[in-house]
Nanobody, 128 residues
Framework: QVQLIESGGGLVQPGGSLRLSCAPS????????MGWFRQAPGEEREFVAS???????????RYANSVRGRFTISRENVKNTVSLQMGNLKPEDTGVYYC??????????????????WGQGTQVTVSS
């Protein structure tokens, strides 16, 4: 059974930082697209960042405009993990953050319905 297990959420003050990690189990996603989405109460799940496998030899990051310059996505193939370093957090970053995987190597869709696997989610709350 394939699982994506997130960790690292919590409560942080505006301007603070958090790091989320996602550890897949059940299969490897080394040449698949992996990323993060988030969902605020009453809102749809929205794309945050992704890392795709380009040209068979390197990863390429993509970001939502709302987080570009503040968040950094990274992958570590040895541990088969993907992380999201979040900085200069704002109250509007509050929500449940989900790790996601798509079987294609270069999936550029930011629509949640086009992704194949999901974690259970981890809560991030930005508040003073």
């Amino acid at each position: 059974q394939v699982q994506l297990i997130e960790s690292g959420g919590g409560l942080v003050q505006p301007g603070g930082s958090l790091r989320l990690s996602c550890a897949p189990s059940g299969r490897t996603f080394s040449t698949s697209t992996m990323g993060w989405f988030r969902q605020a109460p009453g809102e749809e799940r929205e794309f945050v960042a992704s890392m795709t496998w380009i040209s068979g030899y390197r990863y390429f990051p993509r970001y939502a405009n709302s987080v570009r310059g503040r968040f950094t996505i990274s992958r570590e193939n040895v541990k088969n993990t993907v992380s999201l370093q979040m900085g200069n957090l704002k109250p509007e970053d509050t929500g449940v953050y989900y790790c996601a995987a798509a079987l294609g190597s270069d999936v550029t869709s930011t629509s949640a319905q086009d992704w194949d696997y999901w974690g259970q989610g981890t809560q991030v709350t930005v508040s003073s």
